[in-house]
Nanobody, 124 residues
Framework: QVHLVESGGGSVQAGGSLRLSCVFS????????LGWFRQAPGKSREGVAG???????VYAEHLKGRFTLSKDNTKNTLYLTMNSLKPEDSAIYYCAADCRRHWYLLSPSEYHYWGQGKQVTVSE
């Protein structure tokens, strides 16, 4: 069974940085994908960044350069480092996983397993 446990996030002023972590377990390490998603109030869930077991990594174009996804296989942990944060980055951030690969890593509908979500709040 796949488990995802998130930590990190919190509140920061605009221009600051935060890091989210997601410890994952239960994945078939020959074939999986992991992703970060976010959802702001009144908006649909959007893909932030994703990676598969072949280490193929993709980012939402408008976040590329500020957000960095990384993965430590020795710790089974996925990270999202967020720099130069803006108020519009405020949202609940979710870690997600699935036991297969899909060509489009940023589609929420392609993921079956989700973390509990962590609030990120960026103030002016």
């Amino acid at each position: 069974q796949v488990h995802l446990v998130e930590s990190g996030g919190g509140s920061v002023q605009a221009g600051g940085s935060l890091r989210l972590s997601c410890v994952f377990s239960g994945l078939n390490y020959d074939r999986y994908m992991l992703g970060w998603f976010r959802q702001a109030p009144g908006k649909s869930r959007e893909g932030v960044a994703g990676i598969d077991n072949l280490e193929r990594t993709v980012y939402a174009e408008h976040l590329k350069g500020r957000f960095t996804l990384s993965k430590d296989n020795t710790k089974n942990t996925l990270y999202l480092t967020m720099n130069s944060l803006k108020p519009e980055d405020s949202a609940i951030y979710y870690c997600a996983a699935d036991c297969r690969r899909h060509w489009y890593l940023l589609s929420p509908s392609e993921y079956h397993y989700w973390g509990q979500g962590k609030q990120v709040t960026v103030s002016e």
